[in-house]
């Protein structure tokens, strides 16, 4: 299934269909996101992975807002008096994977344009914020932009910087830039601007993946509503692709901007007509098992794969029924190609094992089949001959995403071996 691009036919927008893997619902209600916003308006918004914390700015400064369960609003939020003072405004928060770094930029309170890049951390998530460090960018030309996010591992940060290198200034000019730095702590040196995404209008608001493969951003061309856009590539080693529109954000006569994705991508918080809301990622993917044959006695797998034609599935959860009288649990086995990051896979009940695996690289995607791990188990020795049914139970997930009901199989427990047992695929 190809998806498209969304169109947008005014001023220079091409209407041009495009391969489009990001597709998400229509914006929520500002109510449900966060019921009693600041008076001064929102920017920015940027979570924790549970989505139980918030930061936002508003009127120059850092505001915070929590709830204790995702299925309710935030209720409202406050004034973060630890990091946001009088002297100065604080502009556009960032928290880093674990929570427990809060960066920033910070500059004179008035007309001045030169920034810095803050950040403030703390000691566990219950604990406020302490005194804020400066982090440059040192070298290169002064930084006058704000902070957009930051990579997984914290060494490079995507900003959005107002004049350009030559030391010219275009009136309300931004674009996107980068800047880098050896270890965590360090202060960041000269920044560059990002130049495969930019263009004449207006780019705002970067939020880069943790693994730095996909740049998700807004861009406004003057008279028009902003749009948010997303670009990709297959390393940090080369450029981004050229940007796409997001589909189901962006909504004619409407201004989407300020995208923040809650890792690993499940939800995207943004502004959208000076409100915050959020839209959920929808997925093309589908859980695949297949018939697998045993010999009473002896190991046998079962391969668990996926058809999507997403391009960062990465992130597995299911939950798989068995027969544990025919049936010994024995334990996982990842595709070797994909790797891991982590896995967990152990019985929550003696006939279902529980499975949560994040891959190191992601599956191929584009609607290719694909292995993602063996389950293996052993056949019992008193098991006779016949079918004996296995299948998934509960909610799967894809990056955190729910996915659709997924489809059931069998073991065929043969009476003595004609051949070793083998699915119907293996990709290897």
């Given amino acids: 299934m190809l998806f498209f691009l969304l169109l947008i036919c005014a001023g220079s927008y091409l209407c041009t269909p495009v391969w489009g893997q990001f597709v998400f619902t229509s914006p929520s209600d500002p109510e449900d996101a966060l019921e009693i916003p600041p008076l001064g308006g929102v920017l920015s918004p940027t979570l924790r992975d549970d989505q139980l914390e918030m930061f936002l700015e508003s009127t120059g400064d850092i505001w915070r807002a929590t709830r204790g369960f995702t299925t309710i609003p935030f209720k409202e939020a406050f004034r973060v008096s630890g990091i946001s003072t009088t002297g100065f405004v604080e502009e556009r928060p960032f928290l880093s994977p674990d929570g427990l770094r809060i960066y920033f930029t910070r500059r004179a309170a008035g007309e001045a344009r030169k920034r810095e890049i803050y950040y403030a951390s703390r000691p566990d998530l219950k604990t406020p914020f302490g005194q804020a460090v400066s982090l440059g960018p040192d070298g290169g030309f002064p930084f006058e932009g704000v902070v957009g996010s930051l990579t997984g591992d914290e060494l490079t940060i995507y900003l959005e910087a107002f004049p350009k290198p030559d030391g010219k200034q275009i009136p309300d000019q931004t674009d996107i830039a980068v800047a880098t730095r050896s270890s965590v702590g360090n202060r960041f040196g000269a920044w560059r601007y990002l130049d495969e995404v930019n263009t004449q209008d207006l780019e705002t608001g970067p939020y880069v993946t943790r693994d730095g493969h996909t740049l998700f951003f807004s ?185 659709s009901e997924s489809p059931t199989s069998f073991v065929n427990i043969l009476e003595k071996p004609t051949h070793p047992p083998t699915s119907r695929w293996v990709v290897r």
């Fill in 219 to 403: 861009r406004l061309k003057r008279g028009l509503p902003s749009v948010i856009l997303s670009a990709t590539r297959s390393s940090t080693t080369v450029p981004f692709s050229p940007p796409v529109l997001v589909k189901g954000v962006n909504v004619a006569n409407s201004s989407s901007r300020d995208p923040f994705v809650v890792h690993p991508g499940a939800r995207m918080f943004f502004v959208y007509d000076q409100a915050i809301v959020f839209s959920d990622r929808i997925l093309d993917a589908t859980y695949r098992i297949d018939p697998v044959r045993a010999i009473p006695g002896r190991e046998f797998r079962i391969p668990i794969g996926m058809d999507t034609l997403e391009k960062d599935a990465t992130f597995f959860r299911f939950d798989l029924y068995f027969d544990p009288l025919a049936f010994v649990w024995l334990g996982a086995l990842p595709n070797e190609r994909l790797g891991q990051v982590m896995i967990s896979a152990a019985l929550s009940t003696p006939a279902i094992v529980s499975v949560t695996y994040q891959a190191a690289v992601p599956l191929r995607g584009q609607g290719e089949k694909e292995e993602v791990l063996n389950l293996k188990f052993s056949a019992t020795q008193t098991t006779p001959p016949g079918q004996r049914d296995y299948g998934f139970v509960g909610e799967t997930s894809l990056n955190g995403i729910p996915l």
